[in-house]
């Protein structure tokens, strides 16, 4: 059996009868000033507070870069983004009480130091004009350094990504191949107004350097012209025959920059797994299961779509939000997504979208013009936005609707939008 076989068996293997939902953000640690917490202060305490509540901690190139403790991980990203990736639960309340005991831990040992918890799409300091990434130093993992020496070649705004940008995203469960790909669609197809509703800007009217004509959606810029290999919505992902082999083939052949096996990472470059795995960089042979699944989680995390398909869907498209906003944002996908009813309207709804290029067009628009833009010959996105969030409300119980509050405070609109 081949190796994308082996991906398209991982990808399989992700079916679930679940209904959970994992949540992840990322924060800036910074202080008054807004100037960061450097790379080995954070990374010390990490191993420090790890140790001391009795999780797993996590390396990297020997550094203590997170710890894992049952319910949640977390993780630096590269300039110091603070990560805490929750574990999927179906329950809101269990979500948001790991998350407040996260917190309640930090916070004390920030604010001794001077610092505290920022979330934000993109670093304030940069967002101003006041510093530019490049005064912003990596962390010291090998894997940043070869992405950021790729990404200068690649596009024109991988500094900004990987030194002041953060996110928040969702991970989706699907039961069956075609469940799978019928989530996908609809998730990409409303995606850009989740990103319009998920915006968290530091000023309504800052643009990224060159695009004054885009006050929009500044951390979905930065992706797109990052490097057209990896970004953007998932490739063939409306093909009709669109499934498990076809999304292990963007996984086979997506550009890797570098390659983490056997505990070493290495600079490889433009080759992908198939041409690791031909020029024997990468012996599969008499792999074992546990050495072949790490392989397949490298090959997936090298992709930064605005999806990506795992052993779930990954929600990549929100930036990130204070954790009220973050519980309403999981609180509407669970509403749509895992609503049979709400699903099939959506694919209705939505069938005049039939490439990526409208989903596109849809994502400038709204960058331009953010909630007044008219996107897919119908509704203003402000009007997209109150129907996906009537939908949802539908569909959730009395304690899940009152989440759906916190994604409604960001803009005004009155307009009847179905």
């Not at 049952?70 to 990203?77: N, Q, R, W």
């Not at 024109?156 to 191949?177: C, F, H, N, P, T």
């Not at 000023?203 to 990224?208: F, K, P, V, W």
Request: charged share 30%; with cysteine.
């Amino acid at each position: 059996m081949s190796f994308i076989n082996d991906i398209s068996d991982y990808i399989r293997s992700g079916e679930s009868k679940d209904q959970n939902l994992g949540l992840e953000i990322e924060h800036f640690i910074v202080n008054d000033e807004g100037v960061q917490m450097e790379f080995h202060e954070i990374s010390n305490l990490i191993n420090q507070v790890g140790k001391a509540i009795g999780a797993e901690i996590i390396f990297m190139d020997s550094y203590p870069v997170g710890y894992y403790t049952g319910e949640y991980s977390t993780s630096l990203e590269p300039a110091c983004q603070f990560e805490i990736s929750i574990n999927p639960y179906s329950d809101l309340d269990t979500i948001k009480n790991i998350y407040a005991e996260f917190r309640s831990l930090w916070e004390p040992i920030f604010k001794e130091r001077g610092y505290h918890f920022e979330t934000k799409g993109n670093l304030p300091l940069v967002e101003l004009g006041k510093i530019t990434p490049d005064d912003i130093p990596l962390s010291p993992k090998k894997r940043y350094k070869y992405m950021d020496a790729y990404f200068k070649r690649s596009g024109k705004y991988g500094k900004y990504m990987m030194r002041a940008s953060g996110s928040a995203q969702v991970s989706i469960d699907y039961k069956s191949e075609e469940d799978m790909v019928r989530k996908l669609r609809v998730l990409e197809k409303i995606s850009p107004i989740l990103m319009i509703m998920m915006e968290n800007k530091t000023d309504e009217a800052s643009t990224l350097p060159g695009v004054s004509d885009k006050p929009h959606l500044l951390r979905i810029q930065e992706w797109d012209d990052l490097d057209p290999e990896r970004t953007g919505f998932v490739p063939f992902s409306l093909d009709n025959d669109f499934g498990y082999d076809k999304m292990a083939e963007v996984v086979y052949h997506t550009p890797l920059i570098l390659l983490t096996d056997n505990g070493e990472t290495v600079n490889v470059g433009h080759q992908n797994a198939e041409e690791l795995i031909q020029n024997h960089i990468v012996y599969t042979d008499d792999i074992t299961d546990e050495r072949k699944t790490k392989l397949i989680e490298h090959f997936m995390s090298m992709g930064f779509f605005h999806f990506r398909v795992k052993k779930y869907i990954e929600v990549r498209v929100a930036d990130s939000v204070p954790i009220d906003k973050a519980l309403g944002y999981v609180a509407l996908l669970k509403g749509l997504i895992y609503s049979e009813k709400n699903l099939s309207k959506l694919e209705k709804n939505l069938e005049i979208i039939t490439s990526l290029d409208d989903i596109q067009d849809a994502v400038i628009a709204i960058e331009k013009n953010g909630f007044d833009a008219v996107i897919y010959k119908k509704w203003t996105a402000a009007g997209w936005a109150e129907y996906l969030l009537k939908l949802a409300e539908d569909a959730l119980t009395d304690i899940d609707k009152e989440y759906l509050n916190n994604v409604r405070t960001f803009w005004n609109y009155s307009e009847q939008a179905c």
